[in-house]
């Protein structure tokens, strides 16, 4: 048995921390989660707002741009029109508004410090242990200050998205700006192109298709994190599932795990066209 006397709980000290951040710094959260409140509700309503049949169409002409597959084009729309068929339209546009909401910022965030960790070794070598926490804590220990910091609903469930999924894009950025080809980057500088339009103009594109995966991963790590997000007051095709946990209803749960596998697959194979044909345009050129 390890000596009591050896012990020592961080449980006290976190919770002191939080707790001065709640009080110091409470009107910082509320701004926050106004701001993402009003983002999110916003998206939802617009996603909530447009005929059924014209959401089906948006995602089928996005298909189409991504792959120019009719085959795949037609299955989108067969899809989205079978959530429908199952009652879960509504739903799925809640989720898809939180997903898309969580993705944005994961984008906001993640691009940029991928960018400055390619460029800075030391930042780099600074992140990439903070992302393997991030990928290997358990998520729902997420929810926990999210929840003490944002209260219930939809904020906290977006902001634990984000740090669940926010890793990928961020090391595939790093690994995209450094996988870029120094004799290109070398020749752009020879003829007198500044870092910034140099990272604009040769790096940040050729980087793309790496980009995309990593945005791809993101995609599907923030779906995966709808069940768990349901727990805290997120509404949507999770919370059908976790009802249907509740209630030992199996044909609700996986009606719902149904249409949150659609929704995985559509943004899926939509997002894999975009950086295929990214990557084809960039061999191309």
Known sequence: MFPENLHYSIRGPVNDFIEMLVINYGWVFKAISHALLQSVLLIESALRGLPW??????????AWYSSRRIILTAAVGILLFLV????LWDLTMQTLALMLMATIVSVLIGV???IIAAKNGFVRGTILPILDIMQTMPSFVYLIPALMLFGLGKVPAI???IIYAVPPLIRLTDLGIRQVDKEVVEAATAFGG???RILFGVELPLATPTIMAG????IMMALSMVVVASMI???GLGEQV???IQTLDVGKGLEAGIGIVILAVLLDRITQGFGKTRAGGVTNG
């Open 242 to 244: 976790l009802n249907g």
């Open 194 to 196: 500044s870092p910034i």
């Open 159 to 161: 902001l634990a998205t």
């Open 233 to 235: 007051g997120a509404r």
């Open 112 to 114: 940029p410090v991928g």
């Open 84 to 87: 429908g068929v199952l009652g």
């Open 215 to 218: 945005l791809n991963q993101t």
């Open 53 to 62: 049949w014209c959401v089906i169409i948006i995602f089928m002409v996005g």
